[in-house]
């Protein structure tokens, strides 16, 4: 069975445009998640040449596009959506704000990283 997962940019703070969420169909563990949020929203600014931090679409856009063309999954983009809330189906939620940090959400409380 897949884990699935959302990503919610632009929590708290005053974020531009509001929160946006993506859906993660898959490999949506914390094992998985955590390392790849970190080496997106380390590079990001180099490999879009500026960070746009503040408007949450632009960073949940530009995160897409790195899972499904930058980053060393071999990721079809299928697996990929925007939601308007949480689905039913997912285990974890990851919250990053505006300054690129993230935490974990547990939806059915196990230990997570």
Do not use: W
């Not at 990503?7 to 005053?14: L, N, P, R």
């Amino acid at each position: 069975m897949s884990t699935r997962c959302t990503v919610h940019f632009g929590v708290g703070g005053d974020a531009h445009g509001g929160e946006v969420i993506i859906y993660k169909h898959y490999d949506g563990y914390p094992d998985n998640m955590v390392p790849l949020l970190q080496r997106f929203l380390s590079r990001e600014g180099e490999i879009y040449h500026d960070s746009r931090r503040n408007d949450p679409s632009y960073l949940a856009a530009r995160f897409v596009h790195y899972l499904t063309t930058v980053d060393d999954e071999d990721y079809d983009g299928l697996g990929v959506g925007i939601c308007a809330t949480d689905p039913g189906d997912i285990a974890f939620s990851y919250l990053v704000n505006n300054n690129g940090a993230f935490t974990v959400r547990d939806v059915y409380g196990i230990a997570c990283v």
